[in-house]
């Protein structure tokens, strides 16, 4: 089936990330808004995924916006895989959202309100990663339109975060 496009629905991705199948498609098959972001990330996959562990403890996007204006941590604390059933993130102060599916190193997937999130770490080569993020929710025009546009600068803002995060870090490490 081919599906309308909504108005912000991808930023960052190649048609090949696109295609692939993510947790959040099992959550919410055929949902009306899908939306993919992504970063290539200079750092090692485990370094990565151990930012979007870190995604318990805050947003990392705009922290004047969902962080009630706290700075997002920028050391990482050593947490464990999230474990489904969990709550997902902090933001604006408050706990927000479950832990829907885990694939340790790999994927995490959860659901704030209508919206299911997938976040993919993918070695792509020589200490580098693709950080991928694919958004769906269910809804209608211009309802979908709207979530996508208000999550493009956010989740833009938070994986260039993770990946400068990362980046230091793996950078920290080869000294």
């Known amino acids: 089936m081919v599906r309308p496009r909504v108005l912000g629905d991808r930023w960052g ?15 919410l098959p055929d949902a009306p808004m899908q939306a993919w972001r992504g970063v290539t990330v200079d750092a090692p996959a485990d370094v990565v995924w151990a930012w979007v562990r870190q995604l318990r403890l805050a947003p990392y996007s705009y922290d004047w916006v ?32 479950r832990v829907l ?29 693709r950080l991928l993020l694919k958004l769906v929710s269910r809804g209608r025009r211009p309802f979908v339109d709207l979530l996508s546009l208000g999550d493009l600068p956010m989740a833009r803002r938070q994986l260039l975060n993770l990946k400068a995060l990362a980046e230091r870090e793996a950078r920290g490490r080869q000294r």
Not at 13 to 27: I, N, R
Not at 105 to 129: F, H, K
């Open 101 to 129: 599916a885990v694939e340790p190193g790999r994927e995490l997937t959860a659901r704030i309100g209508p919206a299911v999130m997938s976040y993919r770490v993918e070695p792509v080569e020589r200490g580098r990663t």
């Open 13 to 27: 991705v190649t048609d090949a990330e696109v295609a692939l199948e993510y947790g959040c498609d099992d959550v």
């Open 66 to 97: 969902d962080n009630l204006g706290r700075r997002s941590p920028r050391v990482r604390a050593d947490l464990p895989d999230p474990v489904v059933g969990e709550v997902f993130m902090t933001a604006m102060g408050r706990q927000v959202g």
